[in-house]
């Protein structure tokens, strides 16, 4: 029943089916690019800026103009995370494992278990190379199974490689923790000039249990809602191949090209990346968003061919970050609005006067979960949110490790509701957004549970 039209609501979950879908319904019709969130967004916040503060609109502007500039280190950090990881996840060797990867599952079940689990570890590795992983290795799936007689439902597929990226935030490219372990970033304020390192969240016992929790159940959920033997599926469409990578075919005639031909200069990049990385630890530096990238870009340096290949793989990485850059100018017109008005205090003082101790990781959560609809992009929500959430765990008492990890875990967790990041996995796929929303609706619900239960015991 290969012809049938892509439906989600092929033996999906009740919960999904009865709670999710008016959300769904919504969201397909009513979200906006985050471009345009952005704006509004930031004429949402200085008109809050002007009624709650008392601040002239000139105070607003001044203070938005002042912060557009507040962000640019960090913006180029974001932007060289999801750009390494796009080319890592397009090296040779990674797409030859993606390949392998394929051949392992021998059921539908068994397939959209393994899809989620390996684009959850590659996510945690780091984001853009989970996004990416997830939507080549279910199509890679797709293809095998259709040439084995493996009926699989490939939307189901689809959804199981997005909805790794739960839990991408809580893992070594997390922008929220990698923050705030880092010396002089725009946390540094709310921290009172401290950092927190990463044993005390991405690495903490509780996060990493949580991170476990979230794996388990969501890959239980999925075995749970694949169709029985007999329901009717929607294959790989018979005209729908491999994912075929480029070849990078450079005419080799001058010397010049002859250099860029050999692999013998990004070799020594690599091994002298890794040299530097390990000093850096042995010394007992600490991981940072810096030390993040450049581990990436080691790897990247010691996996490609030559100079050729990697500009190559750049150029194709490349158009994935150029709205990030658009919009982080913004957030950080925003974060200036709200320091220089004083609004930050107004919300941190709202959150605190219906929280306590131990409410406040999973209202953090929830409020989290909602901005994220606004501001998709984790290193930007955190520029908005991020200050607040600390000053007002400052006033509570509460660690501002667990304020980074909740603010954290409901920016990915609505990311299973939020098409923004599904957007490239999407288009690997052939499918839209509709087509998957009712599987990742399972994801949300699952996911949302395991970490709203960490946050409460971890504030006992």
Same mark, same amino acid.
């Given at each position: $029943?290969?012809?049938?039209?892509?439906?989600?609501?092929?033996?999906?979950?009740?919960?999904?089916?009865?709670? $999710?879908?008016?959300?769904?319904?919504?969201?397909?019709?009513?979200?906006p690019?985050?471009?345009?969130?952005?704006?509004?967004?930031?004429?949402i916040?200085?008109?809050?800026?002007?009624?709650?503060? +008392?601040?002239?609109?000139?105070?607003?502007?001044?203070?938005?103009?002042?912060?557009?500039?507040?962000?640019?280190?960090?913006?180029?950090?974001?932007? *060289?995370?999801?750009?390494? +990881? &796009?080319?890592?996840?397009?090296?040779?060797?990674?797409?030859?494992?993606?390949?392998?990867?394929?051949?392992?599952?021998?059921?539908?079940?068994?397939?959209?278990? /393994?899809?989620?689990?390996?684009?959850?570890?590659?996510? *945690?590795?780091?984001?853009?190379?989970?996004?990416?992983?997830?939507a080549?290795?279910?199509?890679?799936?797709?293809?095998?199974?259709?040439?084995? +007689?493996?009926?699989?439902?490939?939307?189901?597929?689809?959804?199981?490689?997005?909805?790794?990226?739960?839990?991408? &935030? $809580?893992?070594?490219?997390?922008?929220?923790?990698?923050?705030?372990?880092?010396p002089?970033?725009?946390?540094?304020?709310?921290?009172?000039?401290?950092?927190?390192?990463?044993?005390?969240?991405?690495?903490?016992?509780w996060?990493?249990?949580?991170?476990?929790?979230?794996?388990?159940?969501?890959?239980?959920?999925?075995?749970?809602v694949?169709?029985?033997?007999?329901?009717?599926?929607?294959?790989?469409?018979?005209?729908?191949?491999?994912?075929?990578?480029?070849?990078? #075919?450079?005419?080799?005639? %001058?010397?010049?090209?002859?250099? #860029?031909?050999?692999?013998?200069?990004?070799?020594?990049?690599?091994l002298?990346?890794?040299?530097?990385?390990?000093?850096? /630890?042995?010394?007992?530096?600490?991981? %940072?968003?810096?030390?993040?990238?450049?581990?990436?870009?080691?790897?990247?340096?010691?996996?490609?061919?030559?100079?050729?290949?990697?500009?190559?793989?750049?150029? @194709?990485a490349?158009?994935?970050?150029?709205?990030?850059?658009?919009?982080?100018?913004?957030?950080?017109?925003?974060? @200036?609005? $709200?320091? @220089?008005? @004083?609004?930050?205090?107004?919300?941190? #003082?709202?959150?605190?006067?219906?929280?306590?101790?131990?409410?406040?990781?999973?209202?953090? *959560?929830?409020?989290?979960?909602?901005?994220?609809?606004?501001?998709?992009?984790?290193?930007?929500? /955190?520029?908005?949110?991020?200050?607040?959430?600390?000053?007002?765990?400052?006033?509570?008492?509460?660690?501002?490790?667990?304020?980074?990890?909740?603010?954290?875990?409901?920016?990915?967790?609505?990311?299973?509701?939020?098409?923004?990041?599904?957007l490239?996995?999407?288009?690997?796929?052939?499918?839209?957004m509709?087509?998957?929303?009712?599987?990742?609706?399972?994801?949300?619900?699952?996911?949302?549970v395991?970490?709203?239960?960490?946050?409460?015991?971890?504030?006992?």
């Amino acid at each position: $029943m290969s012809a049938q039209k892509p439906s989600t609501q092929v033996n999906a979950a009740a919960a999904s089916k009865g709670i $999710m879908r008016p959300v769904n319904r919504f969201l397909e019709q009513w979200i906006p690019s985050a471009l345009t969130f952005a704006i509004v967004l930031t004429l949402i916040v200085a008109v809050l800026a002007f009624i709650l503060t +008392g601040a002239s609109p000139l105070d607003v502007v001044t203070g938005w103009g002042e912060g557009l500039a507040g962000l640019l280190a960090f913006m180029t950090q974001m932007c *060289l995370i999801l750009l390494l +990881g &796009h080319i890592l996840a397009n090296t040779e060797p990674v797409q030859k494992l993606l390949t392998r990867l394929a051949r392992v599952p021998g059921s539908p079940a068994f397939a959209y278990v /393994f899809v989620f689990v390996v684009a959850a570890v590659a996510s *945690l590795i780091t984001w853009g190379l989970g996004l990416v992983v997830g939507a080549l290795l279910a199509r890679e799936i797709a293809v095998q199974a259709r040439t084995r +007689g493996i009926k699989v439902h490939f939307p189901l597929l689809v959804a199981a490689g997005y909805s790794g990226f739960v839990v991408w &935030h $809580m893992g070594y490219s997390g922008s929220g923790p990698l923050t705030a372990a880092t010396p002089d970033s725009f946390l540094a304020e709310s921290l009172g000039g401290e950092v927190i390192p990463v044993s005390e969240t991405i690495f903490s016992t509780w996060n990493l249990l949580a991170i476990l929790a979230v794996i388990v159940v969501c890959a239980v959920l999925f075995f749970l809602v694949a169709p029985k033997k007999d329901a009717p599926v929607y294959e790989l469409p018979e005209s729908i191949a491999s994912e075929s990578r480029s070849t990078v #075919d450079e005419e080799v005639v %001058t010397p010049a090209d002859r250099i #860029d031909a050999s692999r013998i200069l990004t070799l020594i990049v690599g091994l002298a990346l890794v040299i530097y990385l390990a000093v850096h /630890f042995a010394q007992g530096g600490g991981l %940072t968003l810096d030390i993040v990238n450049w581990s990436f870009l080691a790897l990247i340096f010691l996996l490609v061919k030559n100079p050729f290949e990697l500009i190559h793989l750049t150029k @194709g990485a490349a158009s994935n970050v150029g709205e990030i850059l658009l919009q982080f100018p913004l957030y950080a017109g925003i974060l @200036g609005i $709200m320091s @220089g008005t @004083g609004l930050i205090a107004v919300f941190s #003082d709202a959150l605190v006067s219906v929280a306590n101790p131990t409410t406040f990781g999973i209202l953090a *959560l929830l409020s989290a979960g909602i901005v994220n609809f606004f501001v998709p992009s984790g290193g930007g929500q /955190f520029a908005v949110q991020g200050p607040i959430m600390l000053d007002a765990a400052n006033q509570l008492g509460v660690d501002p490790s667990v304020a980074i990890m909740a603010v954290s875990y409901g920016d990915q967790w609505t990311n299973m509701l939020q098409p923004f990041w599904a957007l490239p996995v999407l288009a690997i796929a052939g499918l839209k957004m509709r087509d998957i929303l009712g599987y990742t609706s399972v994801t949300f619900l699952g996911s949302g549970v395991v970490m709203a239960a960490a946050l409460f015991f971890v504030s006992l």
